[in-house]
């Protein structure tokens, strides 16, 4: 065996291109498939993040409103209320298309949003100053606001500075009562229409603003995770109830879209390693038949060694291990460039894109496993030389 080794090396050396070459396919094959699946990967990781930023036990709900059927906002409380055991969270969704001012500055980009005093948590954010929307601003229409950090920076210099001061929505002064910590990422474009560029109203003053008669969305966030069909179901059994037809309503769980999400990315995932595992395919091929040549370029030297003794398992193992090597060698390579090369993709389109144990374990495991098996044809066709006939060769 050791012999059968320092012999492959001893050829591979004294013919570099060819065996080069050989690899080169390898080498390809093997990077391809680290590069195409970390890159996935990664992906997806960044995909799961902005999704669980966004709140993966959130459930939002729209109906449409008819004169005839429409659901007040006391009966998504009382129904809130009911289902405590599902349901950790509710508010009210009122999107607002005012123009927010200050002086003579305006800002026209700016979410303006009506919710309850559950929005914040819903959000996942926290407050940098002053106190969140109450109870009491909901039951009184107080003109109350909490902005973002990016309309209080703009408009008031500073976030502390913005507490207390008025911002105007079309014309009606709101008194700032909170101001929410920054989202952006100090690295991230902190300008209009970022995550901070926002204001939030109690939902009876905005759903006024907006001249509705009924509020027609709705976020709710459940208690567990798990149980995201229940309370789905929960919802839509509630809504059929009222409205009389699925067509008037939906109900859209993140945890559901994030799932499916989940399927497709896998689904390209294997499409992805499969068109790179033909180029290992193509490899092997070429492992073949540069493997059929050095056979036909040493017929001489195995009828040599055959009238000398040596045996057909001997041959046989020469050549297998020839070509497991050169296999080896170049899945090697291929984990080191593809590795580098998946991190600096990665970087490029700024996402986390290192390489998996299981990409670099499957793709070695093939490119030893192409070695061996396209390695064995010509292998087995040397150990079937005839000696005498071998040794007439030119």
């Given amino acids: 065996m050791l012999q059968s080794f320092k012999m492959a090396l001893k050829s591979i050396w004294g013919n570099k291109m060819r065996s080069f070459l050989t690899m080169l396919g390898i080498i390809i094959g093997v990077a391809s498939v680290i ?29 449409t409103a008819l004169p005839s059927r429409s659901i007040d906002v006391d009966e998504f409380y009382d129904f809130y209320e009911e289902n405590g055991e599902l349901f950790e969270s509710m508010s009210p969704n009122v999107s607002v298309n005012v123009t927010v001012k200050h002086g003579t500055d305006a800002m026209e980009q700016t979410s303006v949003t009506g919710c309850s005093e559950e929005y914040l948590d819903i959000m996942g954010y926290e407050l940098e100053c002053g106190r969140n929307l109450l109870y009491s601003d909901m039951a009184a229409r107080q003109k109350v606001a909490v902005v973002g950090a990016y309309v209080a920076s703009e408009l008031y210099g500073s976030l502390e500075n913005a507490l207390g001061e008025t911002v105007k929505l079309n014309g009606d002064g ?45 976020i709710f966030t459940s208690r567990d995770i798990s149980q995201s069909g229940t309370c789905t179901d929960t919802l839509k059994a509630f809504l059929q109830e009222k409205m009389k037809s699925d067509s008037l309503y939906s109900v859209t769980a993140m945890s559901a879209l994030m799932d499916s999400l989940n399927e497709q990315i896998a689904m390209m995932s294997m499409m992805l390693g499969g068109i790179a595992g033909i180029s290992l395919l193509v490899a092997g091929v070429g492992v073949m038949n540069i493997m059929l040549v050095s056979v ?4 001489r030297e195995i009828g040599i060694r055959k009238a000398l003794g040596a045996k057909r398992s001997v041959i046989l193992q020469q050549f297998v291990i020839e ?14 460039f593809g590795s580098l090369a998946s991190v600096g993709i990665g970087t490029l389109m700024g996402i986390d894109a290192p390489p998996t144990a299981t990409a670099v374990l499957v793709s070695f495991t093939v490119s030893v496993g192409i070695g061996l098996l396209f390695g064995y044809a010509p292998a087995s066709r040397a150990a079937r030389l005839n000696p005498i006939d071998a040794l007439r060769s030119d």
């Fill in 296 to 299: 036909t370029e040493r017929t």
């Fill in 323 to 336: 070509a497991a090597v050169t296999s080896t060698i170049g899945g090697i390579v291929g984990i080191a």
């Fill in 174 to 218: 709101y008194t700032i009562v909170g101001v929410i910590e920054r989202q952006t990422e100090e690295t991230s474009d902190f300008s209009d229409g970022c995550d901070d560029d926002f204001v939030w109203l109690p939902y009876s003053r905005a759903v006024k603003m907006s001249r509705n008669a009924s509020i027609t969305n709705y």
């Fill in 35 to 63: 590069i195409l699946v970390s890159i996935v990967n990664g992906y997806m990781s960044y995909m799961v993040e902005s999704f669980t930023s966004m709140g993966v036990n959130r459930i939002t709900v729209r109906y």
